[in-house]
């Protein structure tokens, strides 16, 4: 009996136990099918990647320790997909973007050099991306360029001709409708130099010694066979609406580096609004420094403190359609204290290499911010400066007054 009792409770709990559902627990994984965008991918409306253009018309503010400060007007035509040629013609007026004592010009015909440009550009993974969808064929992306530019008219060297030939590695793009950049660091056949050519020296064409890497930045605006966008993003990429009291920028530093002569800018700005108005101040340092040959060391120091006027902001605010944040046209007048200093040897300096010179400039402006952190100023001020005892002694005048203009890009915070 006993064993019949045990027989049948191990059938129940066996019956029990294969009766019950079994689930059954798996792992695995998957990748990602989400690649990470590119900058430019994110914000297609406004760099126009998928809008196909073969045919672009040019005119930029070019600025860069090498090529000086000046207007450029060109014209670039897609041969392929990946290639695309290009013819212009630049007029440098200064011969280093920062217009300060020794480099002013009074905008007079003889003081600008004009240059034929002839340039070839090799956009890399221009046919890969068409291909994948995210680009069609024109000019935004990344590149390899070579260039040659010949000097034929140089008002201070008449009769004097110059060959440069150039290599590039950059980045360029259109902005929104007719905004055009180009960002790039170039290879270049010619030593930095203050030479009458502008350009720098001429011995030496194919020297290695001769050689100089230098920055570049280029923009302004472009016309072309594109197709206007109706509806682009602005707020996207521009600071609109929002109210900003104050912001550190700093600038992108310009660097040109040879073996012979080497040249480094930077600057740093510190912009607050006043009050409730659209007006702000503005202090801002530029740094300077030069070495050419083996012994000669050069510094320049600008503090200059300014005033604006940004005189289209209320007419915006009144409208609904902007904000106190810096951005837009401005009217500005400044204070400027100008030093510079030379040593035959670097940190072997006196007091009697040291000059100051104190300046004032009216200017005319334009700055905006960009995707938050980035921004831009452009503006073109008439300079009175007054050089001191040394100056003068040295052969200055007592009062100069020039045009100049100035561009910067950098991040804002």
Partial sequence: MKVELLTFWLL???????????????FSEERDTLSKQHFVDRYENIFMTKVPTRNMFKLSAVSSHFAGIGAYAGYEYKVRPALSLEAGVYGQIDRLPR?????????HPLHVAYWAILKARWYLNMQKRIKSGLNSNNFTGMYLGMSHEYLFKDGISKGVSSHITGLAFGFKSRFLHHGYMDISLNLYNRQL?????????????????HFVLSTQKTFGIAFGDWKRNPNPALCDVLVCDETIASQWKIGLPEISVGLLNQMASMSAAYEMRIGKTPSSIQAMNETSFFRFSKNTLRGELSTSLQ??????????????AGGYNFSGLYLSCSGEHYL?????KAFALTNRHFYNQPAAKLGLGYQQRLFRKVFFDGSVLYRE???????????????IGA?????????AF
């Fill in 12 to 26: 129940v709990i066996c019956n029990a136990a294969l009766g019950q559902d079994t689930i059954v627990v798996n």
């Fill in 99 to 107: 217009s300060l004592y020794p480099e002013t010009s009074r905008l």
């Fill in 193 to 209: 130099g203050l030479g009458a050519s502008y350009r720098g020296e001429r011995q030496g064409v194919f020297t290695p010694k």
């Fill in 307 to 320: 005033l604006r006027y940004y005189f289209l902001q209320n007419i915006k605010i009144n409208k609904g």
């Fill in 340 to 344: 510079s200093w030379n040593g035959q």
């Fill in 385 to 399: 400066s007054y050089p001191t005892r040394k100056w003068t002694n040295a052969g200055a005048p007592h009062r």
């Fill in 403 to 411: 045009f100049h203009s100035r561009f910067s890009i950098g991040f």
